[in-house]
């Protein structure tokens, strides 16, 4: 059984269509990762399911249950939000108690639920504390144990991390993925615009865009294999380097042409049938590219670049190059050393990289 099912949902804001249509199933147990720009419709996706947004269109089950018009506090969710909303007059103890008071819950389980939530997000020692005497992290975990003592079987997590400094929301992304291990039967529904939380919290992801879902996949085959160029351009940090050219048939396959260059696609992963004489884009992304040195062979073919800018960043460099007039980059280990008009010899790793209809903007 899916835990949440979305089917044919719509949304409408007078003549504005913020939903379309969308269907989604997220299975029991699972952490699937809403991801998208500002106005895509992924935290108006997250309130509908919440019950906070009224649907136009379709229908909303959570745990085989039609939940379409029920009200919030009937769905069985527990839901933190971008803003902590915590209560300032009350103990740590008595912003996770609340709740639980208000639905006449037994004195004895509630103290069992709110040390069993305290324990689990590590803010046992502040019970007492008052929310002005909590850093921002603990304050998000405090907004996590709220919705942790609920004992839902969904989650919903609105940019629950956003405010946070990054080295803190570094951190509380471990906290979050230790946190869905333990609770292996609870749902999931995490929102966010960040693709590194998305990537690293997420079971599957799905990635969306003017009120539509563009993919739904795990994070590796987001990551490596994009279903078309928004994806693929949106996923990434750096992002995708694309190279416009044509496919022309040669032999018994295909080569990708960029200029008086021809990239044989004999390795190349399609998920659709490559089109002869298409406009497309190759794209490829920066540690899929190698730097090949004069004495060093290679199992890639080789092509000619010229060095633009080595950008050091630590443990790597980004060296971007120009490649017959277009420019592209290519991760490296930061004791390699390049320098601006330096030439230097290029190779592709196909299986990984991908290829789009330039008309359609589809995976080839």
């Known amino acids: 059984m899916h835990s949440v099912s979305i089917r044919d949902v719509s949304l409408n804001f007078g003549a504005v269509r913020v939903l379309e249509k969308l269907n989604l199933d997220v299975g029991e147990g699972e952490f699937l990762v809403l991801l998208g720009p500002s106005g895509c419709g992924k935290s108006?996706?997250?309130?509908?399911?919440?019950?906070?947004?009224?649907?136009?269109?379709?229908?909303?089950?959570?745990?085989?249950?039609?939940?379409?018009?029920?009200?919030?506090?009937?769905?069985?969710?527990?839901?933190?939000?971008?803003?902590?909303?915590?209560?300032?007059?009350?103990?740590?103890?008595?912003?996770?108690?609340?709740?639980?008071?208000?639905?006449?819950?037994?004195?004895?389980?509630?103290?069992?639920?709110?040390?069993?939530?305290?324990?689990?997000?590590?803010?046992?020692?502040?019970?007492?504390?008052?929310?002005?005497?909590?850093?921002?992290?603990?304050?998000?975990?405090?907004?996590?144990?709220?919705?942790?003592?609920?004992?839902?079987?969904?989650?919903?997590?609105?940019?629950?991390?956003?405010?946070?400094?990054?080295k803190l929301r570094s951190e509380l992304r471990v906290e979050l993925k230790r946190l869905h291990q333990k609770l292996a039967h609870n749902t999931m529904i995490y929102v966010t615009h960040d693709q590194i939380e998305a990537l690293t919290l997420a079971d599957r992801i799905a990635v969306m865009k003017g009120g539509v879902i563009q993919q739904l996949a795990d994070p590796h085959t987001i990551y490596n294999r994009p279903s078309n160029l928004y994806v693929a351009g949106f996923i990434g940090s750096p992002s995708m380097s694309f190279l416009d050219g044509d496919i022309v048939a040669k032999g018994d396959g295909h080569v990708f042409r960029i200029g008086e260059n021809e990239i044989p696609l004999d390795g190349y992963v399609a998920d659709n049938a490559i089109r002869p004489e298409a406009d497309a884009v190759f794209g490829v992304r920066p540690e899929h590219v190698e730097i090949v040195a004069e004495d060093q062979e290679s199992a890639s073919a080789i092509y000619t670049g010229t060095v633009d800018l080595d950008e050091p960043m630590g443990a790597d460099s980004l060296v971007w190059i120009t490649f017959a007039g277009q420019t592209l980059s290519a991760r490296v280990d930061s004791s390699r050393r390049f320098s601006p008009g330096e030439k230097i010899r290029l190779g592709f790793n196909l299986s990984l990289a991908s290829i789009f209809d330039k008309q359609t903007e589809n995976r080839m």
């Open 44 to 166: 108006t996706l997250l309130n509908c399911i919440a019950g906070l947004l009224d649907v136009s269109d379709g229908q909303i089950f959570i745990n085989g249950k039609n939940v379409t018009w029920e009200q919030p506090k009937d769905r069985g969710i527990g839901m933190v939000f971008q803003s902590y909303a915590l209560y300032p007059q009350m103990t740590v103890e008595g912003n996770l108690s609340f709740g639980l008071k208000n639905q006449g819950v037994p004195r004895a389980e509630i103290r069992e639920r709110v040390d069993r939530a305290a324990k689990m997000l590590q803010i046992e020692p502040y019970l007492q504390r008052k929310p002005a005497h909590l850093s921002g992290g603990q304050r998000q975990r405090v907004a996590i144990g709220r919705a942790l003592v609920r004992e839902a079987g969904v989650f919903l997590f609105d940019e629950p991390l956003s405010n946070l400094d990054a």
